[in-house]
């Protein structure tokens, strides 16, 4: 039976950091073990900071993405004036 860990967040900082390391050569192993990471967070920062260079979810949405939460935005506001 697996133990899941609890859920931690960490500042942009720190994730820019991450990122730097690996950049600067530290394999991805190493910096996982190191810093207690998952491989998924790692490559998501990594991914995130290649792509757009920021690290919040509202910056790396795919356009399908930010149009579907426009219309639903958009939907809510039609649904409350007909209310």
Same mark, same amino acid.
């Given at each position: 039976?697996?133990?899941?860990?609890?859920? !931690?967040?960490?500042?942009?900082?720190?994730?820019?950091?991450?990122?730097?390391?690996?950049?600067?050569?530290?394999?991805?192993?190493?910096?996982?073990?190191?810093?207690?990471?998952?491989?998924?967070?790692?490559?998501?920062?990594? !991914?995130?900071?290649?792509?757009?260079?920021?690290?919040?979810?509202?910056?790396?949405?795919?356009?399908?993405?930010?149009?579907?939460?426009?219309?639903?935005?958009?939907?809510?506001?039609?649904?409350?004036?007909?209310?």
């Amino acid at each position: 039976m697996s133990t899941r860990r609890p859920r !931690r967040t960490y500042t942009e900082e720190f994730k820019k950091q991450i990122v730097d390391l690996h950049k600067a050569g530290k394999s991805r192993k190493e910096i996982i073990e190191e810093y207690d990471l998952t491989g998924s967070a790692f490559d998501k920062w990594v !991914r995130q900071h290649n792509q757009t260079g920021s690290f919040k979810e509202k910056d790396n949405l795919t356009p399908e993405q930010k149009e579907l939460k426009e219309l639903r935005k958009a939907n809510t506001q039609l649904q409350m004036e007909n209310d």
